[in-house]
């Protein structure tokens, strides 16, 4: 009778540890297995998935003063400017062999799915913010990213 009440209380607490694991890191779902225990904690996002830059709506011109970034110096911020919204691997394409969501030249729209970031084992779709053309992608296929980092900008 006494383990009935003490799995009670860890269940109660682990699916409260997840539930604040979710609004901290962005994720929609997790789960976990411990001790022959598995836990799946989901949320429903409303409207579309948060990046972790502000967007303004109308992107600002670059002045001809201003030198492009290079692949390898992404900008920190700026209009158009998508980063994850958490620690993960970046996929270009929803499956190996597939063609990528975007690459660079391509027009995309509000929400249209530029990329995936799993984080673990969960496949994260990242949506654009803003509708305009792919300029840079500064990520490789199946390269790991930080919460934060430029995964790519659009102009």
Do not use: C, W
């Amino acid at each position: 009778m006494a383990s009935a009440s003490k799995k009670s209380k860890i269940d109660k607490d682990l699916i409260k540890d997840l539930a604040d694991l979710l609004g901290e890191t962005g994720l929609s779902e997790i789960e976990i297995e411990q001790s022959g225990l598995r836990v799946r904690v989901a949320r429903t996002l409303s409207g579309q998935v948060a990046v972790a830059a502000p967007m303004e709506a109308a992107a600002a011109p670059a002045s001809a003063a201003d030198p492009a970034p290079s692949p390898s110096a992404p900008p920190a911020s700026g209009p158009g400017l998508v980063t994850s919204p958490m620690v993960g691997t970046a996929y270009h394409s929803s499956a190996p062999g597939s063609p990528p969501f975007v690459k660079v030249g391509d027009t995309v729209s509000q929400g249209q799915t530029l990329l995936i970031v799993e984080a673990m084992k969960t496949m994260n779709q990242i949506p654009s913010p803003i509708a305009g053309k792919v300029v840079e992608i500064y990520v490789d296929n199946s390269q790991p990213v930080e919460f934060g980092e430029p995964l790519m900008r659009i102009e």
